[in-house]
């Protein structure tokens, strides 16, 4: 069993889907956990959620598109913590799907500023009081389609295949002060977002996936522990792929 007692983590994007599932894994291995979302609205329910748990589960809202947000948050989150933070997981993503030659400069604008963006904003708050401790775990969300682009998802395959590059610079960057640096790259992840999918998308989709089923947030949310606690202590810059062997 991983024991995360004593550690903090922050999660960006966690009032839904696989953010939600990463804070309550960590929360139950014994981590204290603050989520981020837009509203207060959002993050209430998972914050009421934990506490039936007696989970220690807190909530930040505000904007990552917001350089300003993001470095708010951290602060906030380091007050919180007593100036200590362990675990980044930087989850939060949106996607504006559309053909490229249909694509909408603003499509593109807000897919990049809320997944990438928002990733150098931050890492680029947590990294000192990282340095300062000697230690500490960034953990990535990516996406299989990073590594092998999609129809009318290049704005979201971009950021994704960005988020790839950022990981494995800044680990060798920060790997001599115990900081490591990781992505989880999910495959088709039963979420609100495949929801969204017909049967017939939902069929073609299958039949490339060997495990015959799409991935739950919880088989996400095992891997970024694995990658918060100490038997991955050995691991940086590297991609872990949860997939179900598509990629």
Known sequence: MIDLKGKTALVTGG???IGKAIAFKLARAGAE????????A??????????KENLKISALSGDVTSAADCRRIVQQALEAFG??????????????????MKMKEEEWDQVLATNLTS?????????????????GRIINIGSVV???GNPGQVNYATTKAGMLGFSQSLAKEVASRNILVNVVSPGFIATDMTAQLNEEQKTTILEK????R???AEDIAGAVLFLAGDLSSYITGTTLHVNGGMY
């Open 83 to 100: 100036g200590k933070l362990d675990i980044l997981v930087n989850n939060a993503g949106i996607t504006q799907d559309n053909l490229f």
């Open 42 to 51: 959002s993050s209430t329910p998972v914050v009421t959620e934990a506490q």
């Open 214 to 216: 799409l991935g739950q």
């Open 15 to 17: 009032s839904r889907g």
């Open 33 to 40: 956990v603050i989520i981020t979302s837009r509203s207060d």
């Open 146 to 148: 990073g590594h092998t």
């Open 209 to 212: 996936i060997p495990l015959n």
């Open 119 to 135: 990733l150098f904003h931050f890492c680029k708050a947590v990294i000192r009081p990282m340095m300062k401790q000697r230690a």
